[in-house]
Protein backbone atom coordinates (compact mmCIF):
# COMPACT_ATOMS: atom_id res chain seq x y z
CA UNK A 1 0.00 0.00 0.00
CA UNK A 2 1.37 3.60 -0.69
CA UNK A 3 2.56 5.06 2.56
CA UNK A 4 0.99 8.28 2.46
CA UNK A 5 -2.62 6.92 2.25
CA UNK A 6 -1.82 4.39 4.91
CA UNK A 7 -1.43 7.54 7.00
CA UNK A 8 -4.64 8.61 6.27
CA UNK A 9 -5.87 5.51 6.36
CA UNK A 10 -4.41 5.23 9.72
CA UNK A 11 -5.83 8.63 11.18
CA UNK A 12 -9.11 7.99 9.63
CA UNK A 13 -9.27 4.80 11.78
CA UNK A 14 -7.80 6.73 14.51
CA UNK A 15 -10.40 9.31 14.53
CA UNK A 16 -13.93 7.52 13.62
CA UNK A 17 -13.39 5.13 16.19
CA UNK A 18 -13.33 8.24 18.79
CA UNK A 19 -16.46 9.20 17.28
CA UNK A 20 -14.98 12.35 15.99
CA UNK A 21 -16.55 11.89 12.67
CA UNK A 22 -16.74 9.46 9.58
CA UNK A 23 -14.56 6.80 8.23
CA UNK A 24 -12.04 9.62 6.07
CA UNK A 25 -8.49 10.62 6.23
CA UNK A 26 -6.64 12.71 3.67
CA UNK A 27 -2.80 14.14 3.76
CA UNK A 28 -0.87 16.54 1.48
CA UNK A 29 2.80 16.03 0.88
CA UNK A 30 4.76 18.52 -1.15
CA UNK A 31 6.74 17.86 -4.71
CA UNK A 32 10.16 16.64 -2.62
CA UNK A 33 7.34 13.85 -0.84
CA UNK A 34 7.27 15.16 3.18
CA UNK A 35 4.26 15.28 4.47
CA UNK A 36 2.73 18.63 5.66
CA UNK A 37 -0.58 17.22 7.54
CA UNK A 38 -2.77 14.37 8.27
CA UNK A 39 -5.97 15.02 8.67
CA UNK A 40 -9.44 13.26 9.12
CA UNK A 41 -13.08 14.13 8.99
CA UNK A 42 -14.09 16.08 12.84
CA UNK A 43 -17.86 16.82 11.55
CA UNK A 44 -19.18 15.79 14.92
CA UNK A 45 -16.50 16.61 16.95
CA UNK A 46 -16.31 19.80 15.90
CA UNK A 47 -19.68 20.43 14.95
CA UNK A 48 -18.75 21.29 11.43
CA UNK A 49 -20.47 20.13 8.47
CA UNK A 50 -17.32 21.00 6.31
CA UNK A 51 -14.97 19.57 8.64
CA UNK A 52 -14.22 16.73 6.25
CA UNK A 53 -10.76 15.22 6.13
CA UNK A 54 -10.21 17.09 3.08
CA UNK A 55 -11.32 20.36 3.90
CA UNK A 56 -9.29 19.68 7.17
CA UNK A 57 -6.25 19.20 5.28
CA UNK A 58 -6.35 22.39 3.39
CA UNK A 59 -7.29 24.70 6.37
CA UNK A 60 -4.59 23.18 8.11
CA UNK A 61 -1.66 23.35 5.28
CA UNK A 62 -2.42 26.91 4.48
CA UNK A 63 -1.79 27.77 8.18
CA UNK A 64 1.42 26.09 8.76
CA UNK A 65 2.19 27.46 5.28
CA UNK A 66 1.06 30.81 5.66
CA UNK A 67 -1.23 31.28 2.19
CA UNK A 68 -3.92 30.44 0.62
CA UNK A 69 -2.03 28.87 -2.61
CA UNK A 70 -0.91 25.20 -2.59
CA UNK A 71 -0.04 25.09 -6.08
CA UNK A 72 2.52 22.55 -6.89
CA UNK A 73 1.36 19.99 -3.41
CA UNK A 74 -0.28 17.00 -4.15
CA UNK A 75 -3.44 15.61 -2.00
CA UNK A 76 -4.50 11.87 -0.85
CA UNK A 77 -7.85 11.09 0.14
CA UNK A 78 -9.36 7.43 1.40
CA UNK A 79 -12.53 8.32 -0.64
CA UNK A 80 -13.00 10.92 -3.64
CA UNK A 81 -13.50 14.26 -2.92
CA UNK A 82 -16.80 15.10 -2.53
CA UNK A 83 -17.78 18.23 -4.43
CA UNK A 84 -17.22 20.82 -1.47
CA UNK A 85 -13.76 18.93 -1.06
CA UNK A 86 -13.18 18.96 -5.04
CA UNK A 87 -14.23 22.57 -5.17
CA UNK A 88 -11.66 23.34 -2.48
CA UNK A 89 -9.05 21.41 -3.89
CA UNK A 90 -9.37 23.55 -6.90
CA UNK A 91 -9.81 26.56 -5.20
CA UNK A 92 -6.27 25.66 -3.37
CA UNK A 93 -4.73 25.65 -6.53
CA UNK A 94 -3.68 21.88 -5.97
CA UNK A 95 -3.81 19.97 -9.22
CA UNK A 96 -3.03 16.07 -7.98
CA UNK A 97 -5.15 13.94 -5.92
CA UNK A 98 -4.69 10.54 -5.09
CA UNK A 99 -7.94 8.73 -3.99
CA UNK A 100 -9.04 5.08 -2.76
CA UNK A 101 -12.91 4.89 -2.67
CA UNK A 102 -15.54 5.77 -4.96
CA UNK A 103 -18.57 7.74 -4.45
CA UNK A 104 -20.63 4.94 -4.66
CA UNK A 105 -18.75 3.36 -2.02
CA UNK A 106 -19.31 5.68 0.35
CA UNK A 107 -22.59 6.18 -0.66
CA UNK A 108 -22.57 2.22 0.25
CA UNK A 109 -22.22 3.02 4.07
CA UNK A 110 -24.36 5.90 3.90
CA UNK A 111 -22.79 9.08 2.81
CA UNK A 112 -24.49 11.86 0.53
CA UNK A 113 -21.14 12.38 -2.10
CA UNK A 114 -22.99 11.03 -4.49
CA UNK A 115 -26.17 12.12 -4.19
CA UNK A 116 -24.56 15.66 -4.03
CA UNK A 117 -22.41 14.74 -7.16
CA UNK A 118 -26.23 14.00 -9.52
CA UNK A 119 -27.63 17.09 -8.31
CA UNK A 120 -24.98 18.90 -9.53
CA UNK A 121 -25.18 17.09 -12.77
CA UNK A 122 -28.57 18.00 -13.10
CA UNK A 123 -28.21 21.29 -12.88
CA UNK A 124 -29.22 22.25 -9.22
CA UNK A 125 -32.77 21.74 -10.50
CA UNK A 126 -34.42 19.35 -7.76
CA UNK A 127 -35.82 21.33 -5.56
CA UNK A 128 -36.70 18.77 -3.10
CA UNK A 129 -32.87 18.95 -2.66
CA UNK A 130 -32.43 22.56 -2.19
CA UNK A 131 -34.58 25.71 -3.75
CA UNK A 132 -32.53 27.89 -4.55
CA UNK A 133 -33.84 31.44 -5.78
CA UNK A 134 -32.92 34.60 -6.71
CA UNK A 135 -33.22 38.11 -5.79
CA UNK A 136 -31.45 41.74 -5.49
CA UNK A 137 -29.49 40.86 -8.60
CA UNK A 138 -28.78 44.51 -9.50
CA UNK A 139 -27.37 45.46 -5.73
CA UNK A 140 -25.50 42.49 -6.04
CA UNK A 141 -23.92 43.01 -9.40
CA UNK A 142 -23.21 46.66 -8.53
CA UNK A 143 -21.16 45.06 -4.95
CA UNK A 144 -18.80 42.66 -7.59
CA UNK A 145 -18.57 46.08 -10.04
CA UNK A 146 -17.21 47.83 -7.10
CA UNK A 147 -14.74 44.82 -6.32
CA UNK A 148 -13.56 45.11 -9.69
CA UNK A 149 -13.00 48.32 -10.26
CA UNK A 150 -11.17 48.73 -6.89
CA UNK A 151 -8.18 46.29 -8.54
CA UNK A 152 -7.75 44.15 -5.70
CA UNK A 153 -6.47 40.39 -5.72
CA UNK A 154 -8.26 37.41 -7.39
CA UNK A 155 -7.42 34.19 -6.15
CA UNK B 1 -34.06 45.22 -1.41
CA UNK B 2 -34.70 42.37 0.87
CA UNK B 3 -33.54 43.56 4.53
CA UNK B 4 -31.39 40.06 4.55
CA UNK B 5 -29.56 40.39 1.39
CA UNK B 6 -28.97 44.49 2.60
CA UNK B 7 -26.72 42.79 5.75
CA UNK B 8 -25.18 40.69 3.36
CA UNK B 9 -23.99 43.34 0.97
CA UNK B 10 -22.80 45.81 3.95
CA UNK B 11 -20.88 42.95 5.23
CA UNK B 12 -19.17 42.64 1.95
CA UNK B 13 -18.34 45.50 1.39
CA UNK B 14 -16.72 46.58 4.66
CA UNK B 15 -14.50 43.35 4.22
CA UNK B 16 -13.69 43.74 0.92
CA UNK B 17 -12.53 47.13 1.40
CA UNK B 18 -10.09 45.85 4.35
CA UNK B 19 -8.90 43.33 1.86
CA UNK B 20 -10.15 40.36 3.71
CA UNK B 21 -11.03 38.60 0.46
CA UNK B 22 -14.15 38.51 -2.14
CA UNK B 23 -17.21 40.68 -2.53
CA UNK B 24 -19.07 37.69 -0.87
CA UNK B 25 -21.67 38.57 1.55
CA UNK B 26 -23.76 35.60 3.16
CA UNK B 27 -26.41 35.63 6.52
CA UNK B 28 -28.31 32.68 8.29
CA UNK B 29 -32.06 33.26 9.56
CA UNK B 30 -34.09 30.74 11.12
CA UNK B 31 -38.10 29.85 10.58
CA UNK B 32 -38.86 32.84 12.39
CA UNK B 33 -36.52 35.44 10.11
CA UNK B 34 -33.91 35.96 13.07
CA UNK B 35 -30.47 36.28 11.84
CA UNK B 36 -28.29 33.74 13.01
CA UNK B 37 -25.22 35.19 11.75
CA UNK B 38 -23.87 37.52 8.57
CA UNK B 39 -20.70 36.96 7.88
CA UNK B 40 -18.40 37.50 4.34
CA UNK B 41 -15.56 35.91 2.51
CA UNK B 42 -12.17 35.40 4.28
CA UNK B 43 -9.83 34.00 1.88
CA UNK B 44 -7.25 36.51 2.29
CA UNK B 45 -7.46 37.37 6.00
CA UNK B 46 -7.19 34.12 7.52
CA UNK B 47 -4.67 32.56 4.51
CA UNK B 48 -7.93 30.04 3.63
CA UNK B 49 -9.22 29.43 0.54
CA UNK B 50 -12.44 27.39 2.16
CA UNK B 51 -13.38 30.73 4.22
CA UNK B 52 -16.07 31.62 1.56
CA UNK B 53 -18.76 33.68 2.93
CA UNK B 54 -21.58 30.78 3.07
CA UNK B 55 -19.45 28.16 4.57
CA UNK B 56 -17.83 30.91 7.13
CA UNK B 57 -21.74 31.26 7.86
CA UNK B 58 -22.55 27.72 7.79
CA UNK B 59 -19.27 27.00 10.26
CA UNK B 60 -20.37 30.34 12.44
CA UNK B 61 -24.20 29.12 12.58
CA UNK B 62 -23.43 25.76 13.69
CA UNK B 63 -20.88 26.82 16.52
CA UNK B 64 -23.72 29.71 17.80
CA UNK B 65 -26.06 26.65 17.69
CA UNK B 66 -23.97 23.96 18.72
CA UNK B 67 -25.23 21.61 16.05
CA UNK B 68 -23.83 20.16 12.55
CA UNK B 69 -27.18 20.04 11.44
CA UNK B 70 -29.56 23.61 9.66
CA UNK B 71 -32.19 21.86 8.56
CA UNK B 72 -35.39 24.85 8.86
CA UNK B 73 -32.53 27.37 8.76
CA UNK B 74 -32.25 29.94 5.39
CA UNK B 75 -29.28 31.40 3.57
CA UNK B 76 -28.34 34.21 1.71
CA UNK B 77 -25.54 35.17 -0.66
CA UNK B 78 -24.87 37.78 -2.60
CA UNK B 79 -23.72 35.41 -4.91
CA UNK B 80 -25.09 32.04 -6.54
CA UNK B 81 -23.16 29.58 -4.20
CA UNK B 82 -20.09 28.31 -5.60
CA UNK B 83 -19.99 24.18 -5.91
CA UNK B 84 -17.83 24.08 -2.34
CA UNK B 85 -20.44 26.53 -0.50
CA UNK B 86 -23.30 24.36 -2.45
CA UNK B 87 -22.57 21.14 -0.84
CA UNK B 88 -21.62 22.93 2.23
CA UNK B 89 -25.15 23.79 2.08
CA UNK B 90 -26.71 20.49 1.64
CA UNK B 91 -24.11 18.51 4.00
CA UNK B 92 -25.45 21.23 6.65
CA UNK B 93 -29.15 20.25 5.95
CA UNK B 94 -30.27 23.99 4.32
CA UNK B 95 -32.95 23.59 2.13
CA UNK B 96 -33.60 26.95 0.84
CA UNK B 97 -31.44 29.67 -0.24
CA UNK B 98 -31.38 33.13 -1.68
CA UNK B 99 -28.90 34.67 -3.70
CA UNK B 100 -27.90 37.62 -5.88
CA UNK B 101 -25.65 37.29 -8.83
CA UNK B 102 -25.63 34.47 -11.14
CA UNK B 103 -22.05 32.29 -10.89
CA UNK B 104 -21.40 33.78 -14.57
CA UNK B 105 -21.50 37.62 -12.48
CA UNK B 106 -18.50 35.90 -10.60
CA UNK B 107 -17.14 34.70 -13.65
CA UNK B 108 -16.83 38.50 -15.30
CA UNK B 109 -14.92 39.66 -11.62
CA UNK B 110 -12.52 37.02 -12.43
CA UNK B 111 -13.74 34.10 -10.02
CA UNK B 112 -13.83 30.65 -10.56
CA UNK B 113 -17.25 29.59 -9.60
CA UNK B 114 -18.37 28.82 -13.27
CA UNK B 115 -15.30 26.76 -13.99
CA UNK B 116 -15.70 24.82 -11.63
CA UNK B 117 -19.19 23.96 -11.89
CA UNK B 118 -18.23 23.14 -15.78
CA UNK B 119 -15.44 21.06 -14.66
CA UNK B 120 -17.83 18.83 -12.33
CA UNK B 121 -20.05 18.42 -15.13
CA UNK B 122 -17.43 17.45 -17.56
CA UNK B 123 -17.48 14.69 -14.73
CA UNK B 124 -14.00 15.99 -13.35
CA UNK B 125 -11.70 14.69 -16.54
CA UNK B 126 -10.00 17.88 -17.70
CA UNK B 127 -6.72 16.54 -16.29
CA UNK B 128 -5.26 19.75 -17.13
CA UNK B 129 -7.62 21.39 -13.84
CA UNK B 130 -7.35 18.52 -11.75
CA UNK B 131 -5.54 15.19 -12.12
CA UNK B 132 -7.47 12.32 -9.91
CA UNK B 133 -5.94 9.12 -9.43
CA UNK B 134 -7.40 6.08 -7.97
CA UNK B 135 -5.03 3.64 -5.63
CA UNK B 136 -5.58 1.48 -2.93
CA UNK B 137 -8.85 1.14 -3.12
CA UNK B 138 -9.10 -2.40 -1.10
CA UNK B 139 -7.64 -0.85 1.63
CA UNK B 140 -10.24 1.89 1.91
CA UNK B 141 -13.03 0.32 1.52
CA UNK B 142 -12.40 -2.32 4.33
CA UNK B 143 -11.69 1.27 6.44
CA UNK B 144 -15.48 2.25 4.92
CA UNK B 145 -16.86 -1.23 5.58
CA UNK B 146 -15.69 -1.08 9.68
CA UNK B 147 -17.49 1.96 9.74
CA UNK B 148 -20.71 0.93 8.66
CA UNK B 149 -20.04 -2.45 10.54
CA UNK B 150 -19.81 -0.34 13.89
CA UNK B 151 -23.31 1.12 13.47
CA UNK B 152 -21.57 4.62 13.38
CA UNK B 153 -23.42 8.22 13.05
CA UNK B 154 -24.52 8.68 10.07
CA UNK B 155 -24.57 12.55 8.96
Redesign the interface.
Known amino acids: ?2 EI ?2 LA ?1 DK ?2 ET ?2 K ?1 Y ?3 F ?1 SAIINQNSEIIVVTSNS ?2 KD ?4 AHAE ?1 NA ?2 EA ?2 KL ?5 NGYILYA ?25 PE ?2 E ?5 DDF ?2 R ?3 DK ?1 SDKN ?9 E ?3 K ?6 N ?1 G ?4
Open positions: MNMKIARMNNGGPGVLNDPTVIRCKNTNDLTGYPCPMCLSAIIWANIKKVYFGCLDAKIGFRIYFINCVLDILQIDRECILFDEYKSKIIY
